[in-house]
């Protein structure tokens, strides 16, 4: 249980980059199956930079670590290369609240609903959306990626939680599956990403 509770602020003590940087490298390159879940942001893997650095901003500020920015952003950005990597699949379950949590100005959000269209275009995407209204069985209480049938990953406010014990990650397989059933994809979804950017103005 500890191992699999990493503090932020313990890991981030000599900056965000620390979080976000080499270490999480094999683990990305070294998976051919991600399935990720999030609830209220854009996955850091389809973020722009700016939107990257937005939210980020937040976080330094809030767990009072070395200011890092731009290491952590270009962190960010280097790991996004798994995207265009061969033998990778990339099963993306949103919220549509996601599409309309703004970190910045709405230029910055407008350009995160831009790139969102042309990623979710890349042949190794699916890009699922769960409406608002949607009838639906399950919910999830927080965000998590799956990262082939090895490991799962989520986060708290406070700290990072590394979940490895196949049955639970089994479980999380299973909501994702869930998740998955009221998702619009397709035009559908491209349709609720243009209207969020619609209302931007």
Known sequence: MESAYLEFRR??????????????VPLYEGTGLFRIYEHNAIPGLFQTAAYSAAMLS??????????DLDAAVAARMERQRVLYQ??????VVLEEQALRTWFGTAEIQAGQLG???????????S??????????????????????????????P?????????????????????????????????????????ELS
């Open 11 to 24: 890991q981030a003590r000599a900056g965000m980059k620390r979080v976000l940087g080499a270490h999480t």
């Open 58 to 67: 937040f976080w330094i500020r809030f767990l009072e670590v070395p200011n």
């Open 86 to 91: 061969g033998g990778k699949r990339f099963v």
């Open 115 to 125: 790139r969102l269209l042309e990623v979710m275009s890349l042949p190794a995407v």
């Open 127 to 156: 890009l699922g959306i769960i409406p608002m209204m949607a009838e639906r069985t399950a919910v999830a209480s927080a965000g998590f990626w799956i990262f082939d049938n090895s490991l799962v990953a989520l986060e708290t």
């Open 158 to 198: 406070t700290a990072s939680i590394e979940v490895t014990r196949p049955q639970e990650i089994e479980l999380y397989a299973r909501m994702f599956e869930h998740l998955k059933v009221p998702a619009l994809y397709g035009p559908a979804a491209r349709a609720l990403i243009i209207k969020a950017l619609g």
